[in-house]
Nanobody
C-alpha cells in the first residue's frame, strides 16, 4: 500500500522559512519522480517543485530562488526547503508521485 506522509507545515511570518518533509512507503522511491504541489483556498492545485530520479529539479516561476526541493533515496524522503516565505505561499502542501494516491497534505500559513 502506497503512503505519502507530509510534515513540517506551520504558521510563520513573512520572510521566514519552513522545511517540509514527505516520507514515502510502498513504492520503489528511488525511481519515481516526486513533486510538491500546493492548493490555496478557492484555487486549483499547482505544481510547486519537482525532482526526477536523477535529481533534476524544476520549479514554478513563483518560487524560483526561494524554494529548494531535494530527496534522500536512502530514507525514502523528499524535502521542500522554503525560504523568504510570502503570504501568497499560504496553502496546503502535498507531495505526490504520478499514478499514486494523494496524501493528507500539510498546512503552511504565512502571516504578513
Amino acid at each position: 500500500q502506497v503512503q505519502l506522509v507530509e510534515s513540517g507545515g506551520g504558521l510563520v511570518q513573512a520572510g521566514g522559512s519552513l522545511r517540509l518533509s514527505c516520507a514515502a512507503s510502498g513504492i520503489i522511491f528511488s525511481i519515481n519522480f516526486m513533486g510538491w504541489y500546493r492548493q490555496a483556498p478557492g484555487k486549483q492545485r499547482e505544481l510547486v517543485a519537482g525532482i526526477t530520479s536523477g535529481g533534476v529539479t524544476n520549479y514554478a516561476d513563483s518560487v524560483k530562488g526561494r524554494f529548494t526541493i531535494s530527496r534522500d533515496n536512502a530514507k525514502n524522503t523528499v524535502y521542500l526547503q522554503m525560504n523568504s516565505l510570502k503570504p501568497e505561499d499560504t496553502a496546503v502542501y502535498y507531495c505526490h508521485t504520478p499514478g499514486r494516491p494523494w496524501g493528507q497534505g500539510t498546512q503552511v500559513t504565512v502571516s504578513s
